[in-house]
Every structure is written in C-alpha cells, then in structure tokens.
Nanobody
C-alpha cells in the first residue's frame, strides 16, 4: 500500500524557517518525480515545487523562488521542502505527491498519490 506522510509543519513567525519532510512507504521513491503543493483556506490547491526522479532537476513556483528549496534522498525514501523567509501568505496546508513521469508536473491532476498534508501557519 502506497503511503505518503508529511511532517514538519507548525506555527512560525514571518521571516522564520521550516523544513517539511515527506516519507514514502510501499514504493521506491526513485521511481517517481515528486511535487509539493499547498492549499490555503478558500483557495485552490497550487503548485509549489517539483523535483525529477534523480533529483538533478528542480522547479519552483515564482512565489517561492529564492526562498523555498525542494530536495530528495532516495536512499531514505524522503523528499524535503526547505522554507526560508516565510511570509504570512505562505500559510496553507502543504501536500506532497508522486508523479510517474521523469520530471514531474505542476498540475495537481497529473499526480498519482497524495499525502494528507501538514499545516504551516506564518504569523505576522
């Protein structure tokens, strides 16, 4: 059974940092490109970052570029999202998801499996 479990969310002041983790079980992580998405209250789920199967290529949404960094450790079946200089607008539930393509996708509909999310709250 495929399971994705996010962790590392919490309450942080603006300008602070958090590191999210996403652990995959039931499958080998290296078979998947991976993505991070987020959903704020009353808004649609949006793309945050994605990483290729090997980790050699990454893409970040313009809204987080220069502040967030996606990475992966295939040996640990884990993907990370390092979030620095957080802003109140980053407040959302953050989800990781798998994608069978080599380079991943920025579209939620293209993803195969989803975690249940971890809440990030940034206070001003």
């Amino acid at each position: 059974q495929v399971q994705l479990v996010e962790s590392g969310g919490g309450l942080v002041q603006a300008g602070g940092s958090l590191r999210l983790s996403c652990a995959l079980s039931g499958r080998t992580l290296s078979f998947y490109a991976m993505g991070w998405f987020r959903q704020a209250p009353g808004k649609e789920r949006e793309f945050v970052a994605r990483i290729s199967r090997s980790g050699g290529a990454t893409w970040h949404a313009d809204s987080v570029k220069g502040r967030f960094t996606i990475s992966r450790e295939n040996a640990k079946n884990t993907v990370y999202l390092q979030m620095n200089n957080l802003e109140p607008e980053d407040t959302a539930v953050y989800y990781c998801a798998t994608d069978m393509s080599r380079y991943g996708s920025a579209r939620p509909d293209d993803m195969d499996y989803w975690g249940k999310g971890t809440l990030v709250t940034v206070s001003s």
